[in-house]
Every structure is written in structure tokens, then in C-alpha cells.
């Protein structure tokens, strides 16, 4: 009986100890960004023409991005030309190095990703590019 008992457990102890796979889907890039981020510098290299270069300083602001965590978000930019707010909306990719932002209404296949480093939980730098010129941004969470 006890040797029956002990081939019993030895085949049963297998079972206990398979792992079939971690619950941890891995990091959630999103939810790292959620929340309301605005701009203080932007600063442009790179661009065809040399007078486009230089740095901007975000005062009141240049751009303001709110990420929700249902990967919407609404970005708000300043157009320097029209003295004007220009609003936009639509729906986010993240991973751990790119944030794709796809505009409601708008074909995204296209779109290149710009690239982005969370460098603290408040601070976040994102490089793309726009009109042929490289451009670096730096973000602090509201």
C-alpha cells in the first residue's frame, strides 16, 4: 500500500509544479503615460532650411497631450501663424520605445511613430519629425 501511495504522489507532484504560463502580460506602456503632459522646449535640428532651426521655449505653451487609459487622447497645439488653439483627438499605439498617434478620421499606416523617453515619472522626451526637420520635445505631467 505504501508503495502505491508513493507512485501516487510521485506522479501527482508533477502537476502541482507545471507552470502554464505567467498572469504578468508584461509592462503597460500605456498606463505609464496616462494622464495630461505639457510641453516646456521644443527644439528643432535638421530642417531644410537653416532658419527653421533653434529652440522653443513653451511659454504659456506649445503643446499639451492628455493620455487616457482606454488609448484615446486630445492634444492641444498652439499655432504660432493664426494665434489660434488647434484641438485634435483619436486613438494611441504605445510600446516601450514609440508612441503612434492616429488622428480621428485619419489613415495611420502611414504615420511614422515618434520616439519617446520617460526619463522620471514627471518628465518624458519625445523626438519626431515634421515638415523634414527632427524635433525633440520635452514634456513635465501636469
Avoid at 507545471?18 to 535638421?46: F, H, K, M, R
Avoid at 519617446?116 to 526637420?133: A, I, M, P, Q
Wanted: aromatic share 8%.
Amino acid at each position: 500500500m505504501k508503495k502505491k501511495l508513493y507512485l501516487l504522489l510521485l506522479l501527482i507532484t508533477p502537476l502541482f509544479l507545471i507552470n502554464c504560463g505567467s498572469d504578468d502580460d508584461g509592462p503597460d506602456y500605456l498606463a505609464e503615460l496616462v494622464g495630461t503632459w505639457e510641453s516646456t522646449q521644443i527644439v528643432t535640428s535638421n530642417c531644410p532650411s537653416a532658419d527653421d532651426n533653434g529652440t522653443l521655449t513653451c511659454d504659456p505653451f506649445c503643446i499639451n497631450i492628455e493620455i487616457n487609459a482606454d488609448g484615446t487622447y486630445t492634444l492641444q497645439q498652439a499655432n504660432f501663424d493664426t494665434q489660434q488653439i488647434e484641438t485634435e483627438t483619436g486613438t494611441l499605439t504605445v510600446t516601450e520605445t514609440t508612441i503612434h498617434l492616429c488622428e480621428d478620421g485619419e489613415s495611420c499606416d502611414d504615420n511614422d511613430p515618434a520616439t519617446y523617453v520617460k526619463t522620471s515619472n514627471t518628465r518624458l522626451t519625445v523626438t519626431f519629425t515634421s515638415d523634414g526637420c527632427q524635433n525633440a520635445a520635452s514634456f513635465v505631467k501636469q
